[in-house]
């Protein structure tokens, strides 16, 4: 092979390979499935593989509960959440630590959020149709540029009904208890198993069976259960998907 022709499929090998990645870091992959099945875990180990930006839908819902919290607004008061949801400021930043942050009207509200009676609270909340309306509309704007990864329960079904990826992670309630149990003991927060259970069960009774876009896999997702499989394992089967696009 002459010299010449042998750097100009060196320059157009790498050509093919730069186009790829950007055609790769435009995709707009949805991550849907039940509380504790570890989508934001798993969203933010795929964003990371893949140099996607993270958007974590269910701390956009546990802000307004948690808004409703400090403001005594009642989860029934439609109107009052709506506003809340309205006004409020969202943006997502990840450390060098690869911790995702939510930042509420300037305010970390990371670690509050995740409080469990702000997550009951969130599972109200999200029930109400004009609450929704309000926060998709948000979500939307932040995916349009694509190259995103966006986790909750209701992404590919209502916000990004035209994702490139679209996942549907699951897993049984036993494991999914047993996983918060665990979360919840590391911090120092320990609590029993049974409501735990319990809590999880309601709260897919709540998220399936509500009005407003309830939980369930998009006609063209892939779903995967989780059971018995590793955090790693798992990205690496959504990594053989999104690659397979």
């Not at 009904?161 to 003991?185: G, H, N, W, Y």
């Not at 779903?223 to 690496?236: K, R």
């Amino acid at each position: 092979m002459h010299i010449g022709v042998w750097r100009s499929s060196i320059s157009s090998t790498r050509g093919l390979l730069w186009n790829m990645a950007q055609q790769q870091r435009r995709l707009a992959v949805g991550i849907d499935g039940p509380a504790g099945a570890g989508k934001s875990t798993i969203a933010k180990l795929v964003a990371r593989k893949h140099e996607l930006e993270y958007l974590d839908t269910g701390a956009m819902y546990r802000s307004v509960a948690l808004l409703s919290h400090r403001n005594s607004v009642d989860t029934a008061d439609e109107d009052a959440l709506e506003s809340l949801a309205k006004t409020a400021q969202f943006r997502f930043e990840m450390d060098d630590s690869f911790t995702n942050h939510i930042i509420l009207n300037d305010e970390d509200v990371s670690k509050v959020i995740r409080e469990p009676h702000i997550g009951t609270l969130a599972s109200k909340v999200a029930q109400k149709p004009r609450v929704r309306s309000q926060l998709v509309a948000k979500q939307r704007d932040m995916a349009a540029k694509g190259g995103v990864v966006m986790e909750g329960r209701d992404i590919c079904t209502v916000v990004l009904p035209d994702a490139d990826v679209k996942i549907f992670l699951t897993a049984s309630a036993e494991e999914r208890a047993r996983r918060r149990c665990k979360q919840l003991e590391e911090q120092g927060k320990a609590e029993n198993y049974g409501d735990v259970l319990k809590e999880i069960k309601e709260r897919d009774e709540r998220d399936t069976t509500r009005e407003a876009s309830p939980l369930k896999p998009a006609e063209d997702s892939v779903e995967v259960c989780t059971d018995n499989m590793t955090i790693e394992q798992v990205a690496d089967e959504i990594s053989r998907i999104m690659t397979s696009k």
